[in-house]
């Protein structure tokens, strides 16, 4: 299969790298030269471009993994093969999909959307690698104008990757989950890093659970405002939900409520626990 990948940056990278040895024909898109030129040293693409509007034609999928507004900018602008399919790893769904779908409604071309649960704190070809994908989540979206043997292909094409779980599920689904287990992360890990009063050096007292808390607050702020906007109700019901508990847990330790305090520790030890089965 050829198979292009638009944007090499660190989960367009990754792709590259995880295809490194299956057998497909894999080029590589980007507007920079120095990481097509490494990604093709490394082996990982057989050629690189800066547009790649004739290899995108030749193509039998392609995989586009920019900011959403950009991904739909790139469908708008190229032509792709008939008969191909397109697919994505963009972070919010409904919106985007609807958009993407009426860009594409006149073009013999799948569009099957997808979201690797695999991303890195860090930006850049140089940070991705293929073992962020080893044993990782992976969600297919499942559109009405989806056909089943795209979306059977697909899931096991991320699986062939080293993506270990993989759910198919609706746009509006998707967006409503991840406000909680993505977004919302990300927004409890820029505040706690904020608001630090910088009063000691901070680094100098720190272990594994700030370290672990605040791997993420290190962001990619053109990214994730877009993304934090695009789906900013089920991001903002989210938050109120972290913020009621938050009040609960506050108030136990206003009044010494060892009862409630406790139940709360077992409750959230035993969620934990089953995150892993």
């Given at each position: 299969m ?8 660190v ?16 080029y590589?898109v980007?507007?920079?030269?120095e ?7 490394d ?24 900011y959403?507004s950009?991904?739909?900018d ?6 792709f ?7 994505d790893?963009v ?9 993407a779908m ?43 104008q ?22 198919i599920?609706?746009p ?27 009063k ?5 007292y720190?272990g594994d659970?700030?370290?672990d808390?605040?791997?993420i607050?290190?962001?990619?702020e053109?990214l ?20 009621d ?12 409520d ?5 139940a ?14």
């Amino acid at each position: 299969m050829i198979i292009t990948v638009v944007g090499l940056g660190v989960v367009g990278g990754s792709f590259v790298k995880a295809l490194k040895g299956q057998g497909h024909e894999v080029y590589g898109v980007d507007v920079d030269e120095e990481t097509l030129a490494r990604a093709k040293a490394d082996g990982c693409i057989k050629e690189g471009f800066v547009d790649g509007r004739e290899i995108i034609k030749r193509s039998d999928m392609t995989i586009i993994c920019l900011y959403p507004s950009l991904v739909l900018d790139y469908i708008k602008e190229h032509e792709f093969k008939k008969g191909s399919i397109i697919t994505d790893a963009v972070g919010v769904k409904t919106h985007f999909l609807n958009e993407a779908m009426n860009l594409l409604k006149d073009k013999d071309v799948e569009f099957v959307s997808g979201h690797p649960m695999a991303g890195r704190e860090n930006k850049g070809y140089l940070y991705a690698s293929k073992e962020v994908f080893q044993g990782a989540n992976y969600i297919l979206i499942q559109h009405e104008q989806n056909s089943k043997s795209a979306i059977a292909m697909m899931e096991q094409f991320v699986s062939n990757l080293g993506f270990h779980s993989v759910k198919i599920m609706s746009p509006q689904a998707h967006d409503e989950i991840i406000s909680f287990t993505s977004q919302l992360p990300h927004v409890i890990a820029v505040s706690l890093i904020d608001s630090d009063n910088q009063k000691y050096d901070t680094g100098k007292y720190i272990g594994d659970s700030y370290r672990d808390l605040t791997r993420i607050a290190n962001i990619n702020e053109d990214l994730w405002t877009e993304l934090f906007f695009t789906n900013k109700d089920n991001l903002l019901k989210s938050i109120q939900g972290f913020e009621d508990q938050l009040d609960i847990l506050k108030k136990a330790i206003k009044e010494e409520d060892s009862q409630t305090l406790k139940a709360m520790f077992i409750e959230s030890s035993k969620r934990r626990r089953n995150l892993e089965k």
